[in-house]
């Protein structure tokens, strides 16, 4: 089945739900998925969705031992998730990605791992520092110091893990040398991030589960915020942003396949940025030297007056 099938279903199930009177979503949320999720009815969209780097069979090996976490999940729902993670070509492996089983929803979502592997990708970003500060830790930050000296960090050694976090700092190095600003997060912006936008953790706080990722990686998720407001600093692929915008639809409680870009848009993406960077390599080639023709010199005229002067 083809991607673009995929979608119009998603769509077309969605409409006959609103002309039936059924809120969007309330058909599949009806048919608890059971315990039929078995990766491989998913290879032919997984492998219409992954791109070209990453295996098919890797992605499978990988989605096998998640898929008993989300028995209680609808299908459509686990569907869409994981050729979401296909899509951004992220392994659903904890590390950069997961799929949470939230409310009979299975939803997609990327560590800050895969944020960190998505900046990377594009070429755009070399290389990313990202650290959580806890207390016991030296750090010093001067915004208008020059570039090296304007923040420094050197963790207490051993485990952080009885320690509590102060805040979280990411900066990159760009392509061409630069360096980006540092953003920082503290934890009471996080933890108020967390209050307003997190369904998934107002959901945990209210049943009492307190399963959500902030409550089991906070600090994980401390990370991926301040790389989230880096991001927003940096030169973002079309990938990132879909990436974002993919993970605001499951806060919204929206679809997330439709907000992920297709492999064309992924694909066209990536000639145009081979083109602007081969069009940039080119304007950096010196032109040609021409040739310089050389012959006999002639005689200034000035020369040849003072002789005929002479002469007379």
Known sequence: MSLTTLKERVQQRAAAASSDGIPPGQADEDTPAGRDHDAEQFRADIAAALPAHVSVDRFLAVLRPVLPGLRKCTPASVRQAVITA?????????EEAVITADDGIATFL??????IELMWRS??????VAKVVYDGDEWDYVPTAPVGQDFTHRPKLGSPKDRTPLFAYTFAWLDGGARSDVAIVTVEEAEAIRDEFSKAYQRAEANGQ???????RFPDMLLKTAIRRAAKLLPKSAELRALVAVERAADEGHTQILA????????????ARAAARAAEASQDVPPPRLPVKR????PRRRHRDKNKATRR
């Open 295 to 298: 012959g006999r010199a002639r």
């Open 123 to 128: 070429g755009m970003v070399k290389s990313i």
């Open 110 to 115: 990327a560590t800050y791992h895969g944020y």
């Open 210 to 216: 307190k399963n959500s990722l902030w409550h089991t």
């Open 260 to 271: 992920a870009l297709t492999p064309e848009a992924l694909a066209l993406e990536a000639e």
């Open 86 to 94: 296909a899509r951004f070509g992220l392994l659903p492996d904890g």
